[in-house]
């Protein structure tokens, strides 16, 4: 018989690859527990299974859920993503943001939004928001964020990152909007303190220009 | 000895050719795996879940398409056949409620036919689905046994040696899995799971056990199968 993990103690094959059909957890073990599920895992009676393939992780105190990098997007509540207006209807916007379906956002749905200012997108429009709902079945509904953050300390530039794969950026000069296209793509296998020294050598090429 | 068969290459009956599996090798699809057998070579790409099922589809599912491109010549009734087998196992092993009213493609491109193609094909397709992080149950594993004129049961065929047998299945079962449950609690109807067949396609003429031994040996190749599936994707994570 194997060893039934304690209550109270992650499952043993926290930080190890997991796949679809890996049983992680056993509830019949774990009476009067909450158990917070992330991506990537789902319940079966009284079993949490694994459903895509990754590493499994556990942030205490009690939320597991399987990290593994896909190319599609699956839209989750509270998400900033970057989408593209596709068309437009009397109540809500359509929007693309690369995942299975398409999003809604109302027309009210912005600051001091009422009947009498709607903005008006044409299709093609971009668009920074935030995902307000996304439930499976339902097309996610979206709400207009604010103000952008400035970053950047020594190249001027404006930036927002979408969670579906779509970031944007913008400067005074095309070649510095190149520049830091061409870190943040660079950078996508490197690890942090790689990250830092390409980051710095492509900083020290501009300046010298 | 009257059962061994000295095969060409020089494997013994119950030795697989020479595995090689990549994955993320398409950049513009979804998920992409390679996954060749010897000389039999597939690759398969997977496009979705996009928006919108086909017709005749039912929209409270996820709809799943497989295209099987073969490597010269038209699409005939044969690739038809084989996309709709591809079709129903890959339904099997995925979960289509969790992204209804969606289409997920599957495109599968045959490389090189040297014998047990099918098989391949669904290998590389499960490993591709997996790369897309489409939801499944469990991963599938796909092998090809054939059965000799004189009743011995011969695994992964050369398209030479499938072409001499007598008969040949090609089966299909689930891999196995790492479990937190207690050994025993997840038995249906007395078995494992690993031991259900998802798909079983035969070809020829075999006799009940001769069935029966293809199925018990496939089954075991397959556990071993389902090993170097996992520690393959433990390396490209």
Redesign the interface.
Known sequence: ??T??SNGSP???VDQ??????????LSTMAEQTIKLGGGL?QDCD?I?V?????LRFSKPNKYWVE?S???Y?PCAEDSVLGIVVDCKPDNFLVDIKG???AFLPVLAFEGGTRRNIPRFEAGTLIYVRVVKAN??MNPELSCVDVLETLGKKLPFEIAVGLNGRVWVNAGSPSIVIVVGNAIMKSESLTKVQQKIMAEKLLQRVQQE | MMMETDRKDGRTPNQPRMLSCSRNILHR???SASWSRGETKVLAAVY????GTKKNEDPEKACIEVIWKPKTGQIGKAEKECEMIMKKTIQS?C?L??????TTSVVVQVVNDDGALLPCAINAACAAL?D????????AVAICCCVAEEGSVVLDPTKLEEQQMRGFAYLVF??S???????G??LVDGEP?EHGIITSVTHGVMSVDEYLRCVGRGRAACAKLSDV??RS??KS?
């Open positions: 018989m194997e039934k993990p499952a043993k094959f690859l997991v796949v679809p059909g890996d049983v992680i957890l056993d789902r079993a299974s459903i895509k393939a990754g590493i593994s896909q190319k599609r699956v299975p379906s398409v499976t079945g | 699809a979804h998920g979705g879940p996009k928006a092993i979960l409620t969790v992204n209804p009213n969606t997996v897309a992080g489409i939801p499944m149950k469990h991963l689930p891999n899995a790492l479990s937190a449950l207690p050994k609690s997840s799971l599936l996992r994707l433990q994570e």
